[in-house]
């Protein structure tokens, strides 16, 4: 009698999942609902101004003369808006693709027979101020002035009129080796470049207040809650509250600062873009980040210098292609004015020089297969 009853009560497998999908549905419409009232009654929070929390990197891309060409990234914190249309930054004028990259053209999967050259890298790589642009003469530039991924590609493209060549810049301003290597983890196999041109520096060695490896954790769970963050208003005001209720009092100990990625592992991350490039099968170039002098601001060009010089180490090491533009070093600084537009960025001349020396390169390690490569004088 017991058995019958305990049987004749079991609810129903189809009405269980009834009973669970409606409680699934309610839930998803009050969270739906939650957003919809969060969107209409409350300013809308950006995710950069969330993602991007250190003084030192809202000086660089979260200022409010500065964020324009800027927006959120769940992985790497920013990156660029996607069609940028002559948008004006900081004395560059700066065009965007549909995929965020500086770039004329789409870039997705890469068409067969293209022979694609990835520059990954920071802002020397994007081309700060290449050409410089006044703010009041927006359209008075020389379209000549080139960075050097589109020197190379423009020479390249020349030399092989036959030839789908392309060369761009995977490269954002502010970025360090810790967020490169994140990015070609992400987007390597999807672009498959035929050679990846590596080069960091100044902002790895820059002091912060926490470093990026606190900051940007690229684990899947924190990158999970950032994109929430990007895509929900709700969870984006959540977020900002909670900020809110952890603010440092004068009585907290001041953070130290520190390089936002030690030598140790500026080092690692050279040699892990390096190792992946490779079991990509595209060739590498790495190059010693430009600095311009060693009297502006010595403790800083000394920091230079040593992460350089281990770089270089590394990379003989290795056996991996290392180029060191003795002119755009502080080793040249009495005499290599012409080539900076100030301390930190190559002018056009030195992006040309830059150009010049890795077509040499280029050609010394044959690295382009069976590419004419030009004999390209700066």
Known sequence: ???????????????????????????LLLLL?????????????????LFVATPQQRMQVADEKQSGIFEGDALLLWRLRPNLDRAYWDFTVVSTNAQGFRANYPIGEKPAGTFRIVCLGDSVTFGYRVPPVWPERP??????????????????????????????????????????????????EHLQPDVVIASFGWNDASVSDVSDRETIDTRWVPVAIRWLVDHSQAFAHATRWLRSQNVRTASDPAPSPRPRVSETEYIENFKAIVSLARENRASVIVIGAPYRDSTTNPAEAQLMTSYRTALKSAMEQSQTPYLEVLELTEAAGTVNQGFFGELIHPNHMGHRLMASELLKLMSERRLLGDLDIPNFVP
């Open 1 to 27: 009698m017991r058995k019958q009853t305990a049987t004749s009560s079991r609810i129903p497998l189809r009405r269980r999942i009834f009973y669970i999908g409606v409680i699934y549905a309610v839930f």
């Open 33 to 49: 609902s939650v957003e919809l009232i969060t969107r209409v009654t409350l300013t809308h929070v950006s995710s950069l101004d």
């Open 139 to 188: 359209n008075d530039y020389n379209p000549e002035w080139l960075p050097y991924p589109m020197l190379l590609e423009k020479e390249l493209r020349t030399a092989n009129p036959t030839r789908r060549i392309e060369v761009f810049p995977m490269a954002v301003p502010g970025y360090t080796t810790h967020q490169g290597l994140a990015w070609l983890r992400r987007d390597i």
